[in-house]
T-cell receptor, first 115, second 114 residues
Framework: DTGVSQDPRHKITKRGQNVTFRCDPISEHNRLYWYRQTLGQGPEFLTYFQNEAQLEKSRLLSDRFSAERPKGSFSTLEIQRTEQGDSAMYLC?????????????FGPGTRLTVL | AQSVTQLGSHVSVSEGALVLLRCNYSSSVPPYLFWYVQYPNQGLQLLLKYTTGATLVKGINGFEAEFKKSETSFHLTKPSAHMSDAAEYFCAVSGAGNNRKLIWGLGTSLAVNP
């Protein structure tokens, strides 16, 4: 399977703990996006990378959130001191730019539950 | 700034009936427009997209959408609904600039009745 993969698929944690999610994009894609989706809502943009450079962060991304894409391949999203409000589906997408017409391919998501 | 409004959070149709899911957008730059489908416990799958050129775009599974600039709309249609079309549908917009983040509607849940 050469699609976008995310790990883990599910994460249950206690409030105050740190969690880290991983996203592996389609191999030739240079852009990588993180979105968050809560129940009954559309996805919300969090941040994106072009190669290894993080070019934009949403105001939704508080100081407790950090994302990296160290070698321009896979990316990690870390949430420190989790809060119940962080419970959501975290989606990763990748695209090819230029030339991809911004067609973003999504992974299956990581569902985070904070108790 | 960009935004998307999907009219109707829940739509119910009979099998074989026309499917019409409405999407209106706001964009200060020429938009790229997308429809994605999300089946239960699955990731988002692109149905179709409009970037430039022909305003009537055809996608997978018999869906199509028409970009109407004068109405700022990008409604999704399918002539005949199938039970397997039951899912959540999202409309999204992006610009053609450097950051092509997607701005999403709230989604429309489509139910297909036998």
């Amino acid at each position: 399977d050469t699609g976008v993969s995310q790990d883990p698929r599910h994460k249950i944690t206690k409030r105050g703990q740190n969690v880290t999610f991983r996203c592996d994009p389609i191999s030739e894609h240079n852009r990588l996006y993180w979105y968050r989706q809560t129940l009954g809502q559309g996805p919300e943009f969090l941040t994106y990378f072009q190669n290894e450079a993080q070019l934009e962060k949403s105001r939704l991304l508080s100081d407790r959130f950090s994302a990296e894409r160290p070698k321009g391949s896979f990316s990690t999203l870390e949430i420190q001191r989790t809060e119940q409000g962080d419970s959501a589906m975290y989606l990763c997408a990748s695209s090819l730019s230029p030339g991809g017409r911004n067609e973003q391919f999504f992974g299956p998501g990581t569902r985070l539950t904070v108790l | 700034a960009q935004s998307v409004t999907q009219l109707g959070s829940h739509v119910s149709v009979s099998e074989g009936a026309l499917v019409l899911l409405r999407c209106n957008y706001s964009s200060s730059v020429p938009p790229y427009l997308f429809w994605y489908v999300q089946y239960p416990n699955q990731g988002l799958q692109l149905l179709l997209k409009y970037t430039t050129g022909a305003t009537l775009v055809k996608g997978i599974n018999g869906f199509e959408a028409e970009f109407k600039k004068s109405e700022t709309s990008f409604h999704l249609t399918k002539p005949s609904a199938h039970m397997s079309d039951a899912a959540e549908y999202f409309c999204a917009v992006s610009g053609a600039g450097n950051n092509r983040k997607l701005i999403w509607g709230l989604g429309t849940s489509l139910a297909v009745n036998p």
